[in-house]
């Protein structure tokens, strides 16, 4: 008997014309693993509410098709009961959250499944340290960051020992050193546990390891493969870059560098990379695109800046300069304090010590409505800055208040709209979008104002490879332009590429301002929790392994 059977699955919600999954059949055996893949609002998510019994109970909408877990109709399962079986951390972890500290939410639902009292505090204990929280047990929940949020998800999840665990996006919000570290210990429980795995991600690095099936849709909702991924890859990477489907890294850089005819089978690791690479060993590593200086004329200061919450020190001692025309990379572990100071910097947190400048006056004595017209910020969970009913007049929100013109207006939010992939999408309400879909409409916010300084929390996260070149090509041409961007990212590919200038946060501190190239010099970014980018730790690799000279 299968753990698992999908039937040709249709699900559409109200006032849709078209289908959000398609004729989604595929079935898993016990202890199976799988990495579901396709571009951003292709259905992924929506699929994983079937699979623990949220829809069709709960969908606005119809489902027709049969999900099956051994032998049963999902939606026979009384309500809760098949979320014991299939346990789920949702793209946004704070959807899954309903207590205040941490213990207290890993708790409830070990009290749920009615598990003895006296047995709760050391599976607590024990699914904490499975993910690195045992320090942090007794904190709130709203103090802690994005990541530390996404693995206290986790928790509560494996505390209750799931024969099928659905991970959607786990590793969005976490730095290098701890997406390697979440990975191995996924890997490590499904081999002493045996539960069955599914992982949805757009970032393929570190699960292609050890997951070997894949499942792939397109932009339709349908499944247009299902087997191997290393196969998958080899056959459909037209289809994989026109859907805007991301491949591991290793993989998009020999495409690009256009070495296909080098390997026998296209790489996935950077082990398979030296396993098969005879090409021309002097072109590995080479430079990532030069970039021009900008000016030094200052647009942002910050001067001894200091923050404390719930008596924590969270940003210690900070002084900055931002120059006009910069694109800075705000990079360092979870919870090391970047989207604090990002906050101070864009004047939505104050600090308790220090002073901020922004075009030459203090920040703060600004009119609000006047400072948002030269100075945009995105937040790192999008809901954050949904207000309005349509995702049309979340663009034109702005755009009304400045008295535009309805023509001009009109034209400006579609062209908005196209440029984050947001087409066709204007009459929805902004919160029945998918998670990436919010994150290209809260840019679509911002963008569409045209301020002199952009401070994005994560802009990337979420997105599928085509979004996500379409919007950084896009900073990349306003920041050319002359406005200054400022982007908090975990994607070292990202800051090797766009970034001319790197900011490395630890402990509250900056402890690394320097160039990109710089910084793939210093011997600390494992102490920061960052890594490097692929071109730079394939020369890394090469040159320790005496495979050539550099000249």
Known sequence: MKLIEVNQLHVRFEEEENDVLSNVSFSMDEGESLLLSGPSGCGKSTLTYGLNGIHPRELDGTMTGDIQFRGHPVENYPPGEMSQHAGVVFQDPESQFC????????????????????????????????????????????????????????????????????????????????????????????????????????????????????????????????????????????????????????????????????????????????????????????????????????????????WMKSDRKIIDDVSLEVREGEFIAIAGANGSGKTSLSRIMSGIQKPGMGKVSFSGKSLYSWKEIDLRQHLGYVFQNPEHQLITDTVYDEVAFSLRIQQMGEAEMDKQVRDILSTCQLDGLAHRHPYTLSQGQKRRLSVATMIVDHQELLILDEPTFGQDAKSTKQLMDLLDMRCSNGSTIVMITHDMELVDRFADRVLVINEGQIVADQHPHRLWENSNLADWQLDYPVRVKLKHLIEREGLYAPS
């Open 99 to 306: 207590m205040i500290t941490v213990e207290d939410e890993v708790a409830f639902g070990l009290e749920n499944i009615g598990t003895p009292v006296e047995q709760i505090s050391g599976l607590i204990d024990q699914a904490l340290l499975l993910v690195g929280l045992e320090g942090i047990k007794l904190r709130a929940i709203s103090t802690l960051s994005g990541g530390q949020k996404q693995k206290l998800a986790l928790a509560c999840v494996l505390a209750m020992e799931p024969e099928l665990l659905i991970l959607d996006e786990p590793t969005a919000n976490l730095d290098p050193k701890a997406t390697r570290d979440f990975i191995e210990t996924i890997e490590k429980l499904q081999k002493d546990k045996g539960f069955a795995l599914i992982v949805i991600e757009h970032q393929l690095d570190g699960w292609v390891s050890f997951i070997e099936r894949g499942v792939m849709m397109d932009r339709s909702g349908r499944i247009f493969y299902d087997g191997p991924i290393r196969q998958g890859i080899s056959i459909h990477k037209h289809t994989l870059q026109e859907q805007g489907i991301w491949m591991p890294a290793i993989t998009e850089y020999v495409i690009e560098k256009g070495w296909m005819n080098q390997f026998d089978h296209l790489p996935l690791t950077v082990d398979d990379f030296l396993d098969e690479w005879i090409g021309k060993r002097e072109e590995v590593g080479g430079s990532s695109a030069t970039r021009v200086d900008r000016s030094s004329i200052p647009i942002l200061e910050l001067t001894s800046i200091s």
